[in-house]
């Protein structure tokens, strides 16, 4: 299904629950709070004795539209793609140590590893392990091998984005504290291509990203506001030195952080994340990076404040024969993690989120990874 963009300011309608779409963005002035909180949850009722509520809740949702309040743009559903030089990624499981931090270290020619760059173990995963919380990335007979990766401990902050791009997007969500320490926002997966490139070339890595034949973004035209064809046959080389997307098997396995959590370091939300504290209310907007409890691989914000894109096109039931990489194609691109406007439930390491890769979103976010080797 391709997404439709309704035009103006990239960001577009959301994707959540079934599908559903909110025409009222907050990016056109108006915004219905209430309603978005409704539906951006809904899609995540679906296991338990909480799928006995997904009606109530789509009726609530459509009651809500009578109450207009300011709000979040958000994106919330599913994943997959990977490879060595493809239109995808890489994914794990089992057991190791927790990550190691760079302290600048180098990796064999691979240029200098920022101190904020956590190392993650490789896994091989059997497609026989139990997890806890159950996944939809590590499915059954599913056979992964994720290979040792670089991983920054933080989300993409609005000084790094300013440092690279030049300026902030507009449209920012409401911050707390240092602006330049939050995370960027209002960035789409197109986005995120272009800022992992230009970091590389700026710091004399190898990119990661070819379009048309060149790694160089000033040569790819203008970032596209709606689905594009040519940006979606993008090409990913998993083996360069550069800056890149994570995997959706990638993220998955480093916000597990070698423990059994349902959050990302712990069992207790508020440890770990920024999120939809209370009904009906969201948290103020993004936060700084590392203020809270990071996971067993000493990561931060993996639960809550902005949503992370990932590499790979979103499936809903992934395969068991799907390669690293995800799947070779679709319409949608993966996002994890949750945000600052999200219940706890949707912020754990098993959800998945969806959003057409043109849209960005006052919750929508991104940190990078390299390849270790």
Not at 172 to 183: C, H, L
Not at 212 to 241: H, M, R
């Amino acid at each position: 299904m391709r997404s439709k963009n309704s035009g103006g300011k990239r960001g577009g309608s959301q994707k959540i629950s079934k599908k559903l779409t909110n025409p009222l963005d907050k990016s056109r002035g108006g915004y219905n709070r209430l309603a978005e909180f409704f539906q951006r949850n809904l899609l995540f009722l679906r296991s338990g004795l909480m799928k006995k509520f997904a009606k109530i809740s789509a009726v609530l949702a459509a009651m809500a539209l009578a109450f207009s309040f300011a709000g979040c743009s958000d994106g919330s559903s599913g994943g997959g793609s990977d490879s060595s030089e493809i239109t995808g990624g890489e994914t794990s499981g089992g057991e190791t140590s927790g990550g190691e931090t760079s302290g600048g270290e180098t990796s064999g020619g691979s240029g200098e590893i920022s101190k904020d760059f956590v190392k993650i173990p490789a896994v091989s995963i059997t497609g026989s392990e139990s997890w806890t919380p159950e996944s939809e990335v590590f499915v059954s007979k599913r056979r992964l091998e994720i290979k040792s990766f670089w991983m920054s401990d933080h989300e993409v902050t609005q000084a790094e984005w300013k440092d690279v791009m030049g300026s902030t997007p507009s449209y920012m969500a409401n911050v707390d504290g240092n602006p330049d320490n939050n995370p960027v926002n209002e960035v789409s997966w197109y986005d995120a291509l272009v800022y992992c490139n230009k970091r590389s070339i700026k710091e004399g890595l190898t990119p990661c990203y070819k379009i048309k034949g060149s790694t160089d973004p000033d040569k790819w035209g203008e970032v596209p506001t709606k689905s594009d064809d040519t940006w979606d046959a993008i090409i990913c080389s998993f083996t360069v030195n550069g800056y890149r997307l994570p995997t959706d098997a990638e993220w998955e396995w480093a916000a597990r952080g070698g423990e059994n959590y349902k959050y990302a370091g712990s069992d207790d939300i508020d440890d770990v994340a920024w999120y939809a504290k209370y009904e009906y209310e969201y948290d103020k907007g993004t936060r700084e990076v590392k203020r809270k409890k990071p996971n067993g691989y000493v990561l931060y914000d993996m639960s809550g404040n902005v949503w992370e894109w990932c590499w790979d096109w979103w499936r809903e039931n992934i395969p068991s024969d799907t390669p690293a990489a995800g799947v070779p194609s679709g319409s949608l691109r993966s996002q994890r993690g949750g945000s600052w406007c999200n219940y706890d439930n949707i912020c754990s390491v098993d959800s998945r989120g969806i959003k057409a890769p043109s849209e960005g979103g006052n919750v929508t976010g991104f940190r990078v990874v390299r390849s270790f080797e």
